[in-house]
T-cell receptor, first 114, second 115 residues
Framework: AQSVTQLGSHVSVSEGALVLLRCNYSSSVPPYLFWYVQYPNQGLQLLLKYTSAATLVKGINGFEAEFKKSETSFHLTKPSAHMSDAAEYFCAVTLTGGGNKLTFGTGTQLKVEL | EAGVAQSPRYKIIEKRQSVAFWCNPI?????LYWYQQILGQGPKLLIQ????????DSQLPKDRFSAERLKGVDSTLKIQPAKLEDSAVYLCASSLERTGVGELFFGEGSRLTVL
């Protein structure tokens, strides 16, 4: 079965600093990987997805993630944090032909400080 | 384009009572999902529908949870009787693709508190 592990349940950065949220996956077959964002009292919104094309994936709001098979990682980055980036971020995985059945990580709460 | 609609947004009940949540997916989305999100955890899939048929309900506690999607559009998730551990946010999502890789569109969720 596939799974994802998010390292760090809480991450705090200063405004303008680099954002790095970590996600490692476990899968016996090539996975599809996703990052979703959840703002307070809202549903989840897709940030970006990896579907076996380019390993560097660009998403909305300046975020990007790189699929590294050798490290089984799919870390999310943004060069410069903005106050509006404060939210909870979830990494998720599904398998080819998995019917969009996503398995989510436990989430990382991002705090952005002035 | 209207998003996924859910109601009620908040519900507080006593244990052993029943509760129902309603979801209206995005128009034209054949696949509908119910996820349970317990505080501090990621969403967990409860049930997946393709039109009005169940694709996967392997993680649905069938002794107390039930869900239906009549006419392949709206869906209702019911809990009867509720337990304390059912306190969570119930998220409904819909998507266009079943076997491909698509984007899930989530509603704002229904927050259940069981006392």
């Amino acid at each position: 079965a596939q799974s994802v592990t998010q390292l760090g349940s809480h991450v705090s950065v200063s405004e303008g600093a680099l954002v790095l949220l970590r996600c490692n996956y476990s899968s016996s077959v090539p996975p599809y990987l996703f990052w979703y964002v959840q703002y307070p009292n809202q549903g989840l919104q897709l940030l970006l997805k990896y579907t076996s094309a380019a390993t560097l994936v660009k998403g909305i709001n300046g975020f990007e993630a790189e699929f590294k098979k050798s490290e089984t990682s799919f870390h999310l980055t943004k060069p410069s944090a903005h106050m509006s980036d404060a939210a909870e971020y979830f990494c998720a995985v599904t398998l080819t032909g998995g019917g969009n059945k996503l398995t989510f990580g436990t989430g990382t709460q991002l705090k952005v400080e002035l | 384009e209207a998003g996924v609609a859910q109601s009620p947004r908040y519900k507080i009940i006593e244990k052993r009572q029943s509760v129902a949540f309603w979801c209206n997916p995005i128009s034209g989305h054949a696949t509908l999902y119910w996820y349970q999100q317990i505080l501090g955890q990621g969403p967990k899939l409860l049930i997946q529908f393709q039109n009005n048929g169940v694709v996967d309900d392997s993680q649905l506690p069938k002794d107390r949870f039930s869900a239906e999607r009549l006419k392949g559009v709206d869906s209702t998730l019911k809990i009867q009787p509720a337990k304390l551990e059912d306190s969570a946010v119930y998220l409904c999502a819909s998507s266009l693709e079943r076997t491909g890789v698509g984007e899930l569109f989530f509603g704002e969720g229904s927050r259940l508190t069981v006392l």
